[in-house]
């Protein structure tokens, strides 16, 4: 260790140039800065100093355990001890996708076997839809709770879907808000600590995280999904809460939907058992195994089934789901009622593929990325972090790749690609064209990659 390390804790820069040089930083060091950042006594050029050392050089994995815990420290961490829960605290985290309302079915039926699930979610970044953004399609639903009546509620009912209050891991915001600005968004360390502190500050037993890879994945190719995987469950594990990494597929919209108020649809044909052997259904399930094999609530792969199952068709689950809707605010009568209350754009239109020749078309890939950023113009998402958004629009009925979509006398004889639910004819004419651009069709077949692609379990030094 260099013989001026101990002095970093008084000087921010000097902990900046050993990271600038290559050299192994103090935990303690690390703590300091960190708690620096969350007291304001870090600028945001030693924070974006800091930041651009560590994109080009990277961290050994004990630098990104300080990092995560310090960043875990720097705020409120939860405690959920003098709850006397009858259960273990898990939860599960994505790096987001489009379709992906896995969380929204995962955690109540989660909950519905047993567990104790504190999810703290967010909104929608990028492509990317935001599991909060679709709850604030049931009137009433509150995603920030006082801290209080959060316990309460997830004492009560087994889960509740929040948002990230200023409390939970303040520093990250800073470091977050610096990298976006900064050309740093996109290092392994700093992800991980970023994803880890905010999650374990939530006070867990066990968590399990979703990473995607393809078109629609956040990370830029499989070799580093598959490498952010492995940082996130070991680093997660040697911090002290055992972690498995699922990596899943993300080459096309995971349920056959995209937006808001849709995917809140889909979300409650799922918890009643419409789709069971549905793509998003089977990732949901796989990791709904994971959080009850890590919660040690069953002893093995076969008895989390079964137990998901009758959670499943007793209707249990969709009950945890009802029970959390209103005790957030929303309406009491959400499940038997949710065509009254849910937003319905003012256009819903087909999609018709463009027509090529007579023989049947089959899609053969799609950019997903494309799809996202199309629900975003549409105004099911952000452009500005303070926009506002149209939860009624996105888009239902999409294919999957393979699927054939027939070629008929006529446009209106085919199968559509997809339903556009938008706000106006322009825009709806608008999200058809690019919808068409995201998808390749062909003659052949096609299939799509798997839906788990590997495992991976933390290892703690």
């Not at 900064?182 to 905010?198: D, R």
């Not at 990494?245 to 809140?264: F, K, R, W, Y």
Request: glycine share 8%.
């Amino acid at each position: 260790m260099p013989a001026n390390a101990t002095n970093c804790a008084l000087l921010p820069q000097e902990l900046i140039r050993l990271k600038r040089d290559n050299q192994p930083l103090p935990a303690e060091e690390i703590k300091a800065f960190v708690q620096g950042i969350a007291d304001d006594r870090i600028s945001d050029a030693q924070i974006g100093a800091f930041t651009m050392a560590v994109f080009l050089n990277g961290m050994n994995r004990e630098e990104v355990v300080a990092l995560t815990t310090a960043t875990r420290d720097s705020g409120h961490v939860m405690q959920w001890d003098s709850l006397n829960l009858s259960g273990p605290i898990v939860d599960k985290h994505s790096t987001g996708g489009v379709g992906d309302l896995v969380s929204l079915v995962l955690g109540p039926w989660v909950a519905a076997c047993g567990a104790f699930v504190p999810m703290i979610s967010g909104r929608g970044l990028g492509h990317t839809g935001g599991t909060l953004d679709k709850l604030e399609s049931i009137p009433g639903y509150d995603p920030y709770p006082a801290p209080e009546r959060f316990r309460e509620v997830v004492k009560s009912t087994g889960v509740a879907i929040i948002g990230q209050t200023a409390a939970l891991a303040p520093a990250d915001k800073r470091i977050y808000g610096v990298r976006d600005v900064t050309a740093t968004v996109e290092s392994i360390p700093l992800i991980t600590a970023s994803i880890l502190g905010k999650k374990l500050a939530s006070g867990l037993d066990a968590l399990v995280m979703d990473v995607k890879v393809g078109s629609g994945a956040f990370m830029p190719t499989p070799e580093k999904s598959r490498e952010l995987a492995k940082s996130i469950a070991n680093v997660a594990t040697q911090a002290g809460t055992p972690t498995t990494a699922l990596l899943t597929d993300m080459s096309q919209p995971l349920a056959p939907c995209a937006g808001n108020a849709v995917e809140i649809v889909e979300t409650l044909a799922l918890l009643r058992g419409e789709r069971p052997n549905s793509r998003v259904m089977h990732v949901t399930r796989e990791l709904a195994v994971e959080m009850l094999m890590a919660g040690k609530l069953v002893a093995n792969r076969e008895e989390a089934l079964t137990k998901l199952e009758k959670a499943l068709t007793s209707g249990a689950a969709a009950e945890v789901f009802a029970r959390m809707v209103r005790e957030l605010g929303g309406p009491s009568d959400f499940i038997e009622r949710s065509e009254h209350y849910l937003p319905k754009a003012k256009v819903i239109k087909p999609v018709y593929a463009e027509q090529a020749g007579d023989a049947p078309q089959t899609v053969q890939r799609i950019d997903t990325r494309a799809v996202g950023m199309s629900v975003v113009e549409l105004g099911g998402g952000r452009l500005r972090n303070d926009a506002s958004i149209d939860h009624s629009v996105g888009f239902t009925d999409i294919v999957e790749i393979g699927e054939s979509v027939e070629i008929g006398e006529s446009v209106d004889s085919q199968r559509p690609i997809a339903i556009v639910h938008a706000r106006s004819e322009a825009a709806a004419e608008r999200a058809a064209e690019q919808l068409r651009a995201a998808f390749t069709m062909g003659e052949g077949a096609a299939s799509a990659d798997a839906l788990i692609q590997d495992t991976f379990c933390g290892e703690a030094r």
